[in-house]
């Protein structure tokens, strides 16, 4: 398949681009940056030392003999968008390429109008470019579990079945999401979901827990390859986060009593859910929805997992209970189902405290790439 990765110098999109590389599947990456020009913002860093693009896919053509193509360009530019399109004929759009902090949305007026206008601008260009110049082609988009909330009922994949007066019907679930960035993938939700109704246009909407981990086969290959881990208080995610504060002896940082529940993935999941979904397309006309995690934790439960862990290895770390710079629910009821993916083929790699042991061994050797200043929360919601 020709497949394009929109996010592919990002957390997710760089191990998926190689993944499907790997596999055979003719890729080639829009991304304009816009990640690295964050961290300046922020006087932030991956906490891996990472590569130019350009330096990357020339290191996989190097060590595998396929090709990259990269495309240096904005979704939000729908010339270049359709140049790119026509140029490539693509079977299979992945589109990674948004604002996905929520503490970065919620920094202030601007950051909200950007992360809204970034995200459902450029959706809404990738939806008129396929609509307009390769109409076959299979939207994969990167949705968040974060766009459900945390309804006191269980979560269905994207639709439920309600009986109202007497009648019933199988209708979207409810969306009660969290932040400005979360609200930005409901709005993109809808869009998709309106075009694939109106245009005939097939999507899948991936609704992706948190992410955690560092690499997978292919980005352990050569240094060269490595992705990017943020661990900083804006762009860190819960697990990642706890590991590396262990990795230079700060204390976990969970906020509130931390009874705050979420879906979990490994990254090595995340490639892996990209591919299945590009292997069975939705149908034309169809708006396909599939929870994308493997495993259910609260943030207590992680920063104990990691606690233990770090105790074992002779590294004793304490839990701090920092006030919730967030406004969310501190405890909750929270089952979401997720096995559509499963379905399809997915065999989870599971968190086991080997897992956790292993991400903490890697993250050490850069810990002095750490700004401690970075770590704690910076931005409320209130
Ligand atoms: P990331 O910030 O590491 O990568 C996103 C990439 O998209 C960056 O390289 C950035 O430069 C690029 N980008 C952003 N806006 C762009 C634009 N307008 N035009 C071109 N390129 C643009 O993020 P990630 O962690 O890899 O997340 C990828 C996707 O997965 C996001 O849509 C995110 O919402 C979703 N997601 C991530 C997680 C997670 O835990 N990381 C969990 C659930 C869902
Ligand atoms: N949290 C802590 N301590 C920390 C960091 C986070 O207690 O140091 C808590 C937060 O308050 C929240 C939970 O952990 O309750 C998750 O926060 P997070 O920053 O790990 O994740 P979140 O803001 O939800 O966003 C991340 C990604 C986003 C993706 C989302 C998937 O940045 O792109 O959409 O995970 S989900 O959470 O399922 O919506």
Redesign the pocket.
Known sequence: MKIII??G?????WPTALYLSKKGHDVAI??????RKWDDELHSNSLTPILTLKKRVEKWKELTGKKIEVFDG???HYDFLSQVLKHVSPDAFVH?????SAPYSMIDREHAVFTQV?NVV?TLNVIYGIKEFVPECHLIK?G?MGEYGFPNIPIEEGYIRIQHEGREDVLPYPKQPGSMYHLS?VHDSHNIMFACKTFGLRATDLN????YGLYTDETALDTALTN?LDYDGVFG?ALNRFIIQTAVGHPLTVYGKGGQTRGFLNIKDTVRCIELAAEHPADYGEFRVFNQFTEEFSVLDLAERVQKVAAEEGMPVSIDHLKDPRVELEEHFFHAKHTKLEKLGLEPHLLTEDVIRDILHTVINYKDRVIPENILPTVNWR
């Not at 990674?96 to 996905?100: C, I, M, T, V, Y």
Request: glycine share 16%; hydrophobic share 30%.
């Open positions: 929109a996010g110098d990002g957390f997710c999109g829009i991304d304009n940056f816009s990640r904005d979704l939000n990674f390429a948004e604002q996905r970034n450029g990167l968040t993938k992706q827990g948190i992410v990017r995610t």
